[in-house]
């Protein structure tokens, strides 16, 4: 009802996790927000089986973080962000815009408990983190504003960049930072101290 209610963005199924992948291959949604648990099939099987699909849709897991020990797990299955089940619900409507965009959604209180090592789910190791200081200075600008959520579009905007020019800029930086996706980069430019730089400053141009 909440995201019905929004003008631009329509809720074209749901499903329970058994039916889950098959009904996103039918109705082959922008997003899909998949609970991280449920009673018959488990967030993290349908999250497989919808990475597996030809184009599949960006997901975003809903999880209380209090008592999920397998956030760690989806986030190297490709998830496209965390979404807390008590989401404020004027908040998800954008959330969902930011995800189709292709940006990163993870609140401040899941990143934090991402990175503390919360039991089972995890922190970057400092050698991980090191591998930031491999970033050249553009690339980090990018990062910063990948991890604050913006769509490869919007950071091309904020820098002066082309569409292009960011694709290359991040896929540098998943093969430097030896992640597979935006959501990972983002926890280690979060741990590294990266999200305190303001991007907004940065006017290089497009090389």
Avoid: C, W
Wanted: proline content about 4%; charged content about 25%; glycine content about 8%.
């Amino acid at each position: 009802m909440i995201l019905n209610a929004s003008d631009d963005i329509e809720v074209v199924a749901t499903a329970q996790g058994a039916q889950a992948a098959e009904v996103i291959r039918q109705e082959r949604p922008d997003v899909v927000l998949l609970d991280i648990r449920m009673p018959d099939v488990d967030g993290l099987t349908v999250l497989r089986q919808i990475r597996e699909l030809p184009a599949p849709p960006q997901v975003a897991m809903l999880t209380t973080f209090d008592t999920d020990e397998y956030v760690l797990t989806a986030l190297r299955s490709g998830a496209s962000g965390f979404l807390l089940k008590d989401t404020e619900p004027e908040q998800l409507a954008q959330l969902v815009r930011t995800l189709s965009a292709g940006g990163v959604v993870m609140s401040p209180k899941a990143s934090r408990a991402l990175l503390r090592g919360h039991p089972g789910a995890g922190a970057p190791q400092d050698a991980d983190v090191a591998r930031v200081g491999l970033l050249s200075d553009r690339e980090r600008d990018v990062l910063v504003l990948v991890a604050n959520g913006l769509s490869n579009a919007d950071v091309g905007t904020r820098l002066h960049l082309s569409a292009g020019t960011v694709k290359d800029h991040v896929s540098s930086i998943l093969t430097k930072l030896r992640v597979t996706s935006r959501v990972q980069a983002a926890l280690l430019a979060e741990r590294a101290g990266l999200l305190g730089r303001d991007g907004d400053d940065a006017t290089r141009g497009d090389g």
